[in-house]
C-alpha cells in the first residue's frame, strides 16, 4: 500500500476505533443501568450476562457504524486539512479522489461488513439476548412458584389463506408449550360463503410433519350457507392444514420488530392473496439489504465537507454533514411509505435513496476535486 494510503488510513482509524467504542461504550452503560439490576435478581449466571450484554454490543454495530465512520472522517480529514497536508498533497498533482481511495476502500468494506450483520449476526444476537432476558424472568418466576408456561395468556391470531379459501382464528396461541386453545378453521367458497370447518378446544402443530392434532373438537358441514350437520371428535390429525402458527405470530408483528430471517419466512410462505402488508414486507427487507452502502454515501458526503468547511473548526463540518444525513433518512422514509403503498416497487423504493444520495455525495466530491 502507498505511504499516503496508509498515512490517510492510519489518522482516519485511529478516530474511528476511538468514536466506535465510544458510543458502543454510551450505549452499553444505559442497557447496563436498564437491564443488570434485573438479570442479578433472577439469578442468571454470569457468563449468561455477559454474553447477555455482548450480544446487545453487537446489535448497536449497524446504528453505531455510519455515525462513527462519519464523525471520525469529519475530523481526521479536518486535522489534515488544518495541517495543510491536503493542500500539500493537492499541490503536488493528486486530486480528492486519490488523495482519499483508501476511505472509500474502507467505505465499502464496512458496508459488507454490515451487510453479514445484518443478514445474520445481528437478528441472532438479538434473538437471544431476549431469550437470554425472557428465560433468565421465567425461571426465576417459576423457582417462586407463581408462574406456570402452560398457564400462560399467549397470542390471538387471525389468519386468511386467500389461496386456499381458510380463514384461522385461535382465541390463544402460547408460545412455550406451542399449543393453541380455542381454534377455528373456515373454509368458504368463491362467493364467501362458509362450507366446512373445523372448531377445537385444543391443538398443536407438528412442523417436521406439517400435520395439525386437534383435540376435543367437533366438525362442521355446510350447504348454500346453511349448517347441516356437526359430528364430534374427541382427536383429529390434519395433514392437509400446513399453516403453521408460528408464521401467524410473526405477521401479527410490526415490521421492524422482525429478523431478517423472519421477514424472508414471512415472504417465502405468504402471498399478496393472504398478506395484504406483503409489499410492507417486501419495502422492509430490501432496505435492510440496501442500508449497510450508507457507508459509502457518508463517505461522499464527508470528504466535500471536511476539505472545504473545516478550516477552524471541525464541527462546521459536522454541522453540515448531520443536516444532509437527515436529509437521507428523511427521503428513506419516504420511499419507503411510497412502497409500502404500491406506489414503487419494493426494489426502487428500497435503493433509489441510496442511489441520488451516492450520487449527490459524489457530485459534491467532484465540485471540490
Known amino acids: 500500500m502507498p505511504l499516503i494510503d496508509r498515512h490517510i488510513l492510519w489518522e482516519w482509524l485511529k478516530i474511528f476505533a476511538m468514536a466506535l467504542i465510544a458510543m458502543i461504550g454510551m450505549l452499553l452503560i444505559s442497557a447496563i ?43 481526521a480529514l479536518g486535522h489534515l486539512h488544518k495541517n495543510q497536508e491536503l493542500t500539500a498533497m493537492r499541490a503536488a498533482g493528486l486530486g480528492i479522489f486519490r488523495i482519499t481511495r483508501a476511505l472509500w476502500i474502507a467505505g465499502a468494506a464496512l458496508s459488507f461488513l454490515m451487510l453479514a450483520l445484518n443478514a445474520s449476526l445481528v437478528p441472532y444476537a438479538t434473538e437471544r439476548a431476549a431469550t437470554i432476558l425472557s428465560e433468565g424472568e421465567l425461571k426465576y418466576r417459576e423457582s417462586k412458584g407463581d408462574f406456570n408456561r402452560a398457564s400462560v395468556r399467549g397470542e390471538t391470531l387471525f389468519f386468511n389463506n386467500a389461496s386456499a379459501r381458510r380463514n384461522w382464528y385461535i382465541a390463544n396461541y402460547n408460545p412455550y408449550t406451542h399449543k393453541a386453545y380455542g381454534m377455528n378453521v373456515y373454509t368458504y367458497d368463491e362467493r364467501g360463503r362458509i362450507t366446512h370447518a373445523l372448531v377445537s378446544e385444543t391443538a398443536s402443530f407438528d412442523e417436521a410433519s406439517r400435520t395439525w392434532t386437534l383435540k376435543n373438537g367437533k366438525e362442521l358441514f355446510y350447504e348454500n350457507g346453511q349448517l347441516l350437520r356437526q359430528p364430534k371428535f374427541s382427536e383429529r390429525k390434519e395433514s392437509e392444514f400446513s399453516e403453521n402458527p408460528s408464521l401467524m405470530a410473526l405477521i401479527g408483528r410490526k415490521t421492524s420488530d422482525l429478523s431478517l430471517p423472519e421477514i424472508r419466512q414471512i415472504l417465502n410462505e405468504t402471498d399478496a392473496q393472504s398478506n395484504p402488508r406483503i409489499s410492507e414486507y417486501e419495502v422492509y427487507y430490501n432496505s435492510v439489504l440496501a442500508s449497510p452502502f450508507c457507508c459509502l454515501i457518508v463517505v461522499g458526503i464527508a470528504i466535500p465537507f471536511a476539505v472545504a468547511g473545516v478550516r477552524v473548526n471541525p464541527m462546521v463540518g ?12 428523511l ?3 419516504i420511499f419507503n411509505m411510497l412502497g409500502a403503498s404500491q406506489w414503487l416497487p419494493p426494489v426502487v423504493a428500497a435503493w433509489a435513496p441510496n442511489l441520488l444520495m451516492f450520487a449527490y455525495a459524489i457530485y459534491l466530491c467532484r465540485k471540490v476535486n
Do not use: R
Open 33 to 75: 443501568y436498564n437491564n443488570l439490576e434485573d438479570l442479578l435478581t433472577w439469578g442468571v449466571s454470569t457468563a449468561e450476562s455477559v454474553e447477555f450484554f455482548a450480544m446487545i454490543a453487537m446489535g448497536f454495530l449497524p446504528i453505531v457504524i455510519p455515525v462513527s465512520l462519519l464523525v471520525s472522517l469529519l475530523f
Open 318 to 329: 459536522v454541522s453540515k454533514s448531520i443536516g444532509l444525513f437527515a436529509a437521507y433518512y
Open 331 to 333: 427521503l428513506t422514509n
